[in-house]
């Protein structure tokens, strides 16, 4: 089955800068690619989304990048500002969703 | 404006009973899942049901059994509950089977 591997499990940064999550997937056959924003007690939630057919989609300070030959995939978000502040999970899908372990961003204001 | 709806939302019990956890879509979509995350925030896939069919039961004890009354619908019967299945447990819905999926609240479960 799909293994997929995220990086870092947890990421600080200053209000204001840059933050990029990354992961990594093992079955070739994966075409659907989400983010998810996940809130302390809350529900995770699609926050954007790249299918294999595309190799880089940005929503306002949002961004994914998708490299389907190298098999990795990453999420940009610039400008961070503290409700930012959440963990991330990336999923790589198929047939099924294989999510992965999760990212914890701090934002510092 | 409730589109993926669980309950209870907590669920407090003790090792050995049984437990029920209910969801409810009304987006009409063809696919409900179940999820389990556990303390270190890992979400990981129990059950798929695509059109009341189960069509993915990853490695769960079969104390865990899932029920689709209807495409709205997608239950989640527990028996002889441990203390491992202390656990976020989280329904989601989809369109399809590879599209966005859309989480419930969560039931926060508790085996004491």
């Known amino acids: 089955g799909e293994n997929v591997e995220q990086h870092p499990s947890t990421l600080s940064v200053q209000e204001g800068d840059s933050a990029v999550i990354k992961c990594t997937y093992s079955d070739s056959a994966s075409n659907y690619f989400p983010w998810y924003k996940q809130e302390l007690g809350k529900r995770p939630q699609l926050i954007i989304d790249?299918?294999?057919?595309?190799g880089e989609k940005k929503d306002q300070r949002i961004a994914v990048t998708l490299n389907k030959t190298a098999k990795h995939f990453s999420l940009h978000i610039t400008e961070t500002q503290p409700e930012d502040s959440a963990v991330y999970f990336c999923a790589a899908s198929f047939l099924q969703f294989y999510f992965g372990t999760g990212t914890s961003l701090t934002v510092i204001p | 404006d409730t589109a993926v709806s669980q309950t209870p939302k907590y669920l407090v019990t003790q090792m050995g009973n049984d437990k029920s956890i209910k969801c409810e879509q009304n987006l009409g979509h063809d696919t409900m899942y179940w999820y389990k995350q556990d303390s270190k925030k890992f979400l990981k896939i129990m059950f798929s049901y695509n059109n009341k069919e189960l069509i993915i039961n990853e490695t769960v004890p079969n104390r865990f059994s899932p029920k689709s009354p209807d495409k709205a619908h997608l239950n989640l019967h527990i028996n002889s509950l441990e203390l491992g299945d202390s656990a976020v447990y989280f329904c989601?819905?989809?369109?399809?089977?590879?599209?966005?999926?859309?989480f419930g609240p969560g039931t926060r479960l508790l085996v004491l």
């Open positions: 989601a819905s989809s369109p399809g089977l590879v599209e966005t999926q859309y």
């Open positions: 790249i299918r294999s057919n595309v």
